[in-house]
Nanobody, 123 residues
Framework: VQLQASGGGLVQAGGSLRLSCAAS????????VGWFRQAPGKEREFVVA????????FTADSVKGRFTISRDNAKNMVYLQMNNLKPEDTAVYCC?????????????????WGQGTLVTVSS
């Protein structure tokens, strides 16, 4: 599975962005997908994940109520809708895929990683 994230950019605090994660491969539907972010000088942080079918999600407390993940298996796409963005959301966001499970937030559980897309939130 190959992944590529896109949709990042510069947005003012309180604004919204939608990130996309495009996946290759006919078996994409068998993989759960998660979004992670890494701010300058900080460790990689789990954001949100979605199950293989899209019926279940797991969201970090830091973004709960503001970020929503969804997927379209017919299009091999996963989306991250980010609302009410805050300056502390500024980071490089990347998507990753895992064959089994979806709720363990550890990056080590993920098998494939895409390149990141930069999100900058100005105050």
């Amino acid at each position: 599975v190959q992944l590529q994230a896109s949709g990042g950019g510069l947005v003012q605090a309180g604004g919204s962005l939608r990130l996309s994660c495009a996946a290759s491969g006919r078996t994409f539907r068998l993989y759960a997908v998660g979004w992670f972010r890494q701010a300058p000088g900080k460790e990689r942080e789990f954001v949100v994940a979605i199950s293989q079918s899209g019926g279940s999600t797991f969201t970090a407390d830091s973004v709960k109520g503001r970020f929503t993940i969804s997927r379209d298996n017919a299009k091999n796409m996963v989306y991250l809708q980010m609302n009410n963005l805050k300056p502390e959301d500024t980071a490089v966001y990347c998507c990753a895929a895992r064959r089994f499970g979806y709720s363990d937030p550890s990056p080590t559980m993920y098998d494939y990683w895409g390149q990141g897309t930069l999100v900058t939130v100005s105050s």
